[in-house]
């Protein structure tokens, strides 16, 4: 095999892995597609708004765009926790749509191949795996790999748009 070959495969194996975006939610770790991340920054206070559901926090002026900041612990159903210094949120692009999503802590950028993300499991009625679209198995890491386009597009988001209009 010559260089020029392996290189042309390694290129082509390059091509196929995804970098993700790791952050906590309690003991557990998430990621999202990092091309989906638009920045990180520390949690500040949000407007409310009223009847919104439980897990949308309120919405920010982020340089005169008024983005919804959605509390995941909330969403996911997760015991609540008091913001602390690590708590942050990541503004995500989902669609046309820009959203703040409000996480423990984020912790690295990792990049998985093909044969690292398995299928998410099934969950019957109880709990949703729509918005999953895998885990991340590592050596001694499993990652819960947030389809966030599912997650944030749902009719319950479509609320917080007509409410911001």
Not at 75 to 91: A, D, P, R, S
């Amino acid at each position: 095999m010559t260089s020029l070959t392996r290189n042309a495969e390694h290129a082509a194996s390059e091509a196929h892995n995804r970098e993700f975006l790791v952050f906590s939610l309690g003991e557990e770790e998430y990621a999202i597609d990092i091309l989906k991340v638009q920045e990180i920054r520390g949690y500040e206070n949000v407007t409310r708004i009223a009847n919104a559901p439980a897990f949308i926090k309120g919405v920010t002026n982020l340089r005169g765009i008024i983005v919804p900041i959605v509390d995941l612990r909330i969403k996911f159903h997760l015991e609540h926790v008091e913001y602390g210094g690590q708590t942050v949120v990541i503004v995500v692009n989902v669609g046309e749509r820009v959203v703040g999503i409000v996480v423990d802590g984020v912790s690295d950028v990792m990049t998985l191949t093909p044969e690292q993300i398995k299928p998410a499991p099934e969950f019957g009625v109880t709990l949703s795996s729509d918005f999953l679209s895998g885990l991340g198995s590592l050596e001694d890491r499993m990652l819960v790999l947030v389809d966030i386009d599912k997650l944030l597009t749902s009719e319950e988001m479509a609320l917080v748009d007509s409410a911001g209009e």
